[in-house]
């Protein structure tokens, strides 16, 4: 049996960067059909009933699964490398927002800023712990801290993702605020 953080990475894949792998399309707003998903995953090897699936989006810290209103589609919320929509607004940011990431890539961060890299957004996080939570899956984290006022007042847009997290298509090293601290000396 596979434990609940196989399963939402597994999800994660599919709802995210790979429906091809188990033989399903998303729709352009990223949305599957919750029965079709558990068909074509128990065709794959990956078999889920839906009270399992149910658990795993609702017990998920980071939500990163969303049931439409009807709980008949799943998607999920944010990270997608795949041309969805997910029909999020511009919103105003908080005037600081930050990002977690590790000493090693703050040398390119210096040159090119935050990249959504294969991703279509940058993940920004509201408040410092939570990115120190996501600059520690890969090491001894490093805290940037975004300038959002100074962007969205220069024309960057901002969205709230339905799980809380700040997208933007890309953050200039401009706007970091200290990185220039958190970089070793020469």
Same mark, same amino acid.
């Given at each position: 049996?596979?434990?609940?953080? @196989?399963?939402?990475?597994?999800?994660?894949?599919? !709802?995210?960067?790979?429906?091809?792998?188990?033989?399903?399309? !998303?729709?352009?707003?990223?949305?599957?059909?919750?029965?079709? !998903?558990?068909?074509?995953?128990?065709?794959?090897?990956?078999r889920l009933?839906?009270?399992?699936?149910?658990?795993?989006?609702?017990?998920?810290?980071?939500?990163?699964?969303?049931?439409?209103?009807?709980?008949?589609?799943?998607?999920?919320?944010?990270?997608?490398?795949?041309?969805?929509? !997910?029909?999020?607004?511009?919103?105003? /940011?908080?005037?600081?927002?930050?990002?977690?990431?590790?000493?090693?890539?703050?040398?390119?961060?210096?040159?090119?800023?935050?990249?959504?890299?294969?991703?279509?957004?940058?993940?920004?996080?509201?408040?410092?712990?939570?990115?120190?939570?996501?600059?520690?899956?890969?090491?001894? /984290?490093v805290i940037?801290?975004?300038?959002?006022?100074?962007?969205? @007042?220069?024309?960057?847009?901002?969205?709230?993702?339905?799980?809380?997290?700040?997208?933007?298509?890309?953050?200039?090293?401009?706007?970091?605020?200290?990185?220039?601290?958190?970089?070793?000396?020469?």
């Amino acid at each position: 049996m596979k434990s609940d953080t @196989q399963t939402s990475k597994f999800l994660s894949l599919i !709802l995210r960067h790979r429906p091809d792998k188990v033989g399903l399309t !998303l729709d352009p707003d990223g949305w599957v059909d919750v029965d079709r !998903l558990l068909a074509a995953m128990g065709e794959h090897g990956h078999r889920l009933e839906r009270a399992e699936l149910e658990r795993v989006v609702a017990e998920n810290n980071k939500k990163r699964f969303a049931f439409d209103p009807t709980g008949t589609r799943i998607r999920a919320s944010k990270g997608h490398s795949l041309d969805v929509d !997910l029909g999020l607004e511009p919103r105003t /940011p908080p005037d600081l927002l930050f990002h977690g990431t590790v000493a090693r890539t703050l040398a390119s961060i210096s040159r090119e800023g935050l990249r959504a890299m294969s991703r279509r957004h940058v993940h920004l996080s509201p408040d410092r712990a939570t990115a120190e939570i996501v600059g520690k899956r890969r090491g001894a /984290p490093v805290i940037l801290e975004i300038d959002s006022a100074a962007m969205a @007042q220069d024309g960057h847009a901002f969205y709230l993702s339905d799980n809380g997290v700040w997208l933007t298509d890309a953050v200039p090293a401009s706007y970091l605020r200290n990185l220039e601290e958190l970089l070793p000396p020469d």
